[in-house]
């Protein structure tokens, strides 16, 4: 606890003499300057919290106080559901095709061209802190490059309890008469540790019991299996995913087996809402909650069995679709929304509004604050397009298959195209086959409506210079094969 307490009085020290001066007048209402919390967890599928599953295999009370007065958003989708590339896309308010970011590894962002949100608030006048899980391509030891004054920012997983800590105990110490608004980011990295727990490994944050017998276990989903008239790209991708000496070695899982994951995906879920009843009580002692806007998501979610995968990077909706929240005392109210919300361009945007922060025009977003007041733009977007890059696989029968994709959510449908593959494309019915167990789109009943997503794709590539996008529709969507994995060449020792 000391050390925590020394950092606080260090990192606030610092704050006031390095922090940047305010470009906004403050103004006279403190309402028209809130609070910002944003709490983010990390492979957290949508309704993976008991105020949208039920309480029957989780329970999540921190998260559903939040839902309970705040706007729900049902169909939230990650711009790229991975870790790098949907946090980066987060932060800048920008696509991955634009941030460069587009799988997990070492990549470079220009932070003039690609301001991070710290700066944003930081600029404005708010004093300006993140703690947890960082995966940003910016140079955390550089509070130029990303804007926070305080960065208590944690590598790899397992630090969750924490990071609970750091935070609470900094939001407790802010009481109302804090002269500058408050904008604080706590990065959690749970349920990530299911990625341990399916390789049978030690858990990052500690053990979570022995899973029970599978019959007492939760169900496993629904849609286990893989959809009918899968494309080749997403069937050939599943081999080289859980193939031999693959991180995902779940190919031969049973149904106990599932059952059994997924038991412990909701014990993880939990550990994590814990720490984020840590957060809300201290926000709360400080009384400083009457005037925050929470906004809570999750980077992406995990599949846990749906149609055999677990993991992330894929399109199907365990994957790519998150929870939001945004709570305001005082101005929202418990409400489900199911406008199309692209988390990785509406966030951002949606905090600076609440901040009286100007929206620069290269963000291609917009705010959600009308939404969560109930008052939907007339004009909010019927479609959404997010993208991912399928990297992380092994060589299977001498093919190592990876593959860039883009995906169109319309009201009712799901369009999925990839550049590699024979059959490149899908279409689900999302109203009539909302678990994705079947590929319509070599019905030739759907040629109009397969149309109108490549069209839909088409515009929007055009409009934010996304070339992968136009490319993948070229030429009458030939087959595109995949490539013959490089062998391995050992070099010599010498003697």
Known sequence: MDTRRTFLKNSCLAAAVFGAPSVLAAAPDKRDRPDILFIMTDQQFADAMSCAMGARWLKTPAMDSLADSGTLFSRAYSPNPLCMPARNSIFTGRYPHETGVTRNGRAKIDPEEFLNMGNYFLRAGYETAYFGKWHLCFNSKDSKSHGFQIAKCLYGNGHDSEVGDLSAEYLASKNTNQPKPLMTVVSLSNPHDI?????????????????????????????????????????????????????FPVGDFTDGQWR?????????????????????????????????????????????GAHRFNQKTVFYDESARVPLIIR???????????????????ILPTMLDYAGIAVPKKLPGRSLRPIVAGKPPADW????????????????????????GRMVR??????????HGTQRESLVDMKNDPLETKNIATDP???????????????????????????????????????????????????
């Open 195 to 247: 990625c341990q727990l399916s390789r049978f490994q030690k858990l990052p944050s500690g053990p979570i019991g022995k899973p029970p017998k599978p019959e007492n276990c939760p169900p496993v989903p629904q849609n286990l299996a893989p959809p009918i008239n899968e494309t080749d790209t997403m069937t050939t991708l599943r081999k080289g995913y859980q193939g031999k000496g693959s991180l």
């Open 260 to 304: 059994q994951l997924r038991w412990g995906y909701y014990r993880l879920i939990e550990k994590v809402d814990a720490e984020i009843a840590k957060v809300l009580a201290a926000l709360a002692k400080s009384g400083r909650d009457e005037n925050t806007v929470i906004i809570f998501t999750s980077d992406h979610g995990d599949c846990a």
């Open 328 to 346: 305001r005392k005082g101005e929202t109210k418990k409400r489900q929304c199911d406008k199309l919300v692209n988390t990785g361009v509406d």
């Open 381 to 404: 977007p019927d479609h959404l397009v997010i993208q991912n890059h399928l990297s992380q696989t092994v060589a299977v029968d001498g093919i190592r298959a990876t593959a860039q």
């Open 410 to 419: 319309t009201e009712q449908y799901k369009y999925c195209v990839y550049d």
């Open 445 to 495: 009943a759907n040629k109009k409506i397969i149309e109108t997503h490549r069209n839909l794709l088409l515009a929007f590539a055009e409009k934010h210079k996304d070339p992968l996008g136009r490319q993948m529709l070229a030429d009458g969507m030939p087959a595109v094969p995949f490539k013959h994995a490089k062998p391995k060449i050992r070099k010599k020792k010498k003697k």
